[in-house]
């Protein structure tokens, strides 16, 4: 029997849904030998879990379930217009993994997803081989950690040392590994590469404090950056989104400084810049859950079917960023997310 | 409140003299019992009986996010080193008939076996009936169905389903005693783990915003301003942020009220309508 324990809500990954046909894979079995006490419940498929009906997003997050599945169909995706490509002509994403294990009220998987749930896809090897087809044809620039933050589960999944490696052995394919995190602990031994770019988001303290609950503070991510830079790493930072609140120019100024104080300059690979934006449909089931977010109720304005600042406080939070950060970086190096795709607007 | 759905009387009285509930005069159909606590209903057996049973009750009364559904009732049990009496938490719930086969969310610590359970039309007495190959150890009439009609009036993780096992696929040897004792032994352990999760749901979901809707001053505001639908749902929007902010939603309307009293047009509605907008922002 299950002890009756003081916090209500069972531990996370208290349950592991896994599909039948993996139960006895060795992927599998590594990822249940870290959690030996958590009820193992075969499904014979993860959207039998992951797409049930009347699921509660925000009351799942309190007590997120893990689903090992194998995900078949198309495995690599077109990047999405409201993404940053920075220049790169053939922009795909991936996601291995679906869900985060942070819980910012801001994030699109509320809206996107109808599971708090993190599904993880233990078919790497299809994913390679995927990728290896495209290279063939063109170089690749890919980005591995959109749905998720994968340096965050890298003590449980490794994801990040795989990719890695991948990447080694396929010099026309660049990966972007965005995250939150501070565990840099496993990639300390990593060596510099070019074609595998860290992205750090970072936002100033009063935004990570207030909307991006479980996140490790912007002085422990500032530390982990600074750790890798220090082995030769250069970094990617993405101050994206940029929240309004009533502060902000004082909040984001002392934050651009704080920042700065801890990477240098010629550290930072690029710069990727935008304010909050997001989809209308997600923002209406966003707000549907999360009734007391101050940022989720904000009164954006719509603009072709995304919500969005109105567009000179846009332009006001944007020309703000753009000059306390061109005291540090030249412009050349910083990528604005603008509502046209696919257009290259490094240094506007 | 905390709906109970129950197959037997014999599996509702314990609980009934329990809470002291009273019937409910209302429901005509079936035996509904309740306080301020609780409802409880007795859907008689099988799978038609408490769909038909749960949906006519729960379809008269409106559920709250921080309400809970549970089926509890007995059932047989496949597995003979469960010991009789033992509270057991379905986390996977086959339906014999269609094959389908149902996870309820499990998202809180609790102090039961968990367990497959699966539903027949009919009682059943040999492990041969059993058609799932999940490992099932439970066996009831009535969780699959009640399992999706109660998904039209709950989340899932407010839906809970408890059974204590009464026999091993001998219902001839289940007697009304036998019935009322595998649900008087449990009583307590299962309603306080039912109140301590309540309490979870209700500092999980606490919610201190007003419910716009309910304020006059907002649709006297909307009125005067001649405001469209859409922009009748922006200013809700609005007074929702302008609440989380702190501000007086209810002085701010009162304000407005009196500024725009002269409003005369759509075009200067509209214009009143951008200047309370700039203030709330």
């Known amino acids: ?348 | 409140m905390i709906y109970i759905s129950t197959a037997f009387y014999q599996e509702a009285s314990p609980m009934i003299q329990a809470f002291s509930l009273n019937k409910l005069s209302q429901f005509s159909k079936y035996q509904v019992f309740g306080n301020e606590h609780f409802t409880l209903f007795i859907t008689n057996p099988g799978p038609i009986a408490s769909c038909i049973g749960s949906t006519y009750v729960l379809s008269g009364q409106r559920p709250e996010a921080t309400d809970l559904f549970v089926n509890l009732g007995i059932c047989g049990c496949t597995d003979t080193t469960i010991p009789i009496g033992t509270p057991c938490l379905c986390t996977q719930i086959n339906e014999s008939l269609t094959g389908r086969v149902f996870y309820p969310d499990v998202l809180f610590s609790h102090p039961f076996l968990e367990c497959c359970l699966e539903t027949h039309p009919g009682n059943i007495s040999d492990n041969s009936q059993i058609t799932s190959n999940a490992g099932t150890t439970l066996v009831d009439c009535e969780a699959a169905s009640l399992y999706q009609s109660a998904q039209l009036f709950f989340q899932i993780h407010q839906m809970l389903f408890i059974k204590i096992v009464s026999d091993y696929l001998e219902p001839q040897s289940v007697t009304d005693i036998h019935v009322r004792s595998c649900i008087e032994c449990n009583l307590t352990a299962v309603f306080q783990w039912l109140e301590n999760i309540q309490q979870s749901m209700q500092t999980a979901c606490a919610n201190s915003l007003l419910d716009v809707e309910s304020i006059p001053e907002f649709h006297l505001l909307a009125s005067q301003l001649k405001l469209s639908a859409t922009m009748k749902a922006q200013l809700k929007q609005l007074l929702n942020y302008s609440q989380l902010k702190g501000k007086d939603t209810g002085q701010l309307l009162s304000l407005c009220l009196e500024k725009t009293a002269q409003c005369n047009t759509k075009l200067e509605g509209k214009n009143y309508f951008e200047q309370f907008k700039q203030q709330l922002i």
């Not at chain 1, 890695?164 to 394919?173: M, P, S, T, V, Y």
């Not at chain 1, 609950?213 to 989104?241: A, W």
């Not at chain 1, 502060?247 to 990727?272: L, N, Q």
């Not at chain 1, 009734?291 to 995304?306: F, H, I, N, R, T």
Request: hydrophobic share 35%; with cysteine.
């Open chain 1, 1 to 348: 029997m299950n002890n009756l324990s003081n916090n209500l809500f069972s531990s996370h990954f208290s349950h592991i849904y896994v599909e039948t046909a993996l139960r006895n894979s060795a992927s599998v079995l590594r990822i249940l030998d870290k959690f030996p006490t958590a009820n193992v419940i075969e499904i014979p498929h993860y959207k039998d879990i992951f797409c049930r009906s009347q699921q509660n997003f925000c009351m799942q997050k309190k007590s997120p379930k893990l689903i090992l599945a194998k995900k078949e169909g198309t495995l690599i995706y077109p990047g999405a217009p409201v993404c940053q490509d920075f220049g790169n002509k053939h922009f795909y994403y991936t996601s291995n993994v679906m869900n985060c294990i942070y819980d910012c009220e801001y994030c699109y998987l509320q809206g996107m997803y109808s599971s708090g749930n993190v599904t993880v896809f233990v078919n790497l090897e299809d994913f390679f081989l995927e990728i290896e087809l495209l290279l063939q044809k063109h170089p690749v620039y890919l980005c591995i950690s959109y749905d998720t933050d994968l340096l965050a589960l890298e003590g449980i999944l490794g994801y990040c040392e795989k990719w890695i490696a991948f990447a080694k052995k396929h010099k026309d394919l660049t990966i972007e590994i965005r995250t939150k995190s501070a565990n840099t602990g496993a990639l300390t031994a990593l060596e510099p590469s070019d074609n595998v770019i860290f992205a750090w988001t970072l936002s100033p303290d009063f935004v990570s404090s207030h909307f991006e609950h479980k996140t490790p503070s912007l002085n422990q991510r500032l530390k982990s950056i600074k750790v890798l830079t220090e082995k030769g790493h250069r970094v990617r930072l993405c101050f994206d989104p940029i929240i309004y609140h009533d502060t902000w120019k004082e909040s984001y100024s002392a934050f651009i400084t704080a920042v700065f104080s801890h990477v240098p300059t010629d550290a930072v690979r690029d710069i990727s810049l935008g304010v909050f934006r997001v989809s209308k449909d997600y923002l209406k089931r966003m707000r549907k859950q999360r009734k007391d977010s101050l940022v989720l109720a904000y009164p954006y304005e719509m603009k072709a079917g995304v919500y969005q600042y109105k567009e000179q406080l846009e332009r006001e939070m944007t020309a703000f960023m753009l000059k306390h950060l061109t005291n540090h970086v030249p412009e050349s190096i910083i990528f604005q997310w603008k509502e046209c795709p696919n257009e290259s607007n490094a240094g506007n």
